[in-house]
């Protein structure tokens, strides 16, 4: 395992589309684990292949600190509902913005075993599971900000609970 650098906003493999993985390989194992790894230490809740330089459908997230999730080749089959809220990414570390998302997400991925699965999410998990798969499409949530871009010790006290 091994932490990896995160590519920040500005590196452009972030405005790329990412190839479908067709196996798991041991190098997309170490992967897989490389980025839980980096995701972990870096503080956040999900974490794409291409911020870590890596041009493939890959997405790990883990909201809750228990439940790790691996979707290769996700595809967002519903969604519903709306939420608003303050986003960040570990590719803009120290900003966040408002971004409305769907508050219910249902996604069709492969597990690291490439056994293709079901996940469905609510509130932070389909935030996550929005963001992450945007980046697989070269797309940053600076792009859906609405308002102001902020760093992370200006926010407006009135405003943390958008």
């Known amino acids: 395992m091994a932490i990896r650098n995160v590519r920040i906003q500005g590196d452009k493999v972030l ?3 990412c190839k479908e993985v067709k196996e798991v390989t041991p190098r997309i194992r170490t992967l897989i684990d490389d980025m839980f790894d980096t995701m972990y230490e870096e503080g956040g809740v999900g974490l794409a292949a291409p911020q870590v330089g890596i041009l493939k459908r890959i997405v ?9 999730h691996v979707l290769i080749n ?12 303050y986003e960040g990414c570990l590719s803009l570390p120290g900003k966040s913005g408002i971004v409305t998302r769907p508050n219910y ?25 929005c963001h992450e798969c945007d ?6 949530y600076t792009s859906k900000v609405e ?15 958008a």
């Open 105 to 129: 997400v249902r996604v069709r991925a492969f597990d690291e075993n490439m056994q293709e699965y079901v996940l469905e999410g609510t509130e932070l998990l389909a935030r996550a599971i």
């Open 15 to 17: 405005e790329k589309k």
């Open 135 to 140: 980046h697989l499409e070269g797309i940053m």
């Open 60 to 68: 790990v997230i883990d909201t809750t600190g228990e439940e790790p």
């Open 147 to 161: 308002g102001k871009l902020y760093d992370n010790s200006e926010i407006p006290e009135e405003e943390e609970e």
């Open 74 to 85: 996700p595809v967002i089959e519903e969604t519903s509902g709306e939420q608003r809220g």
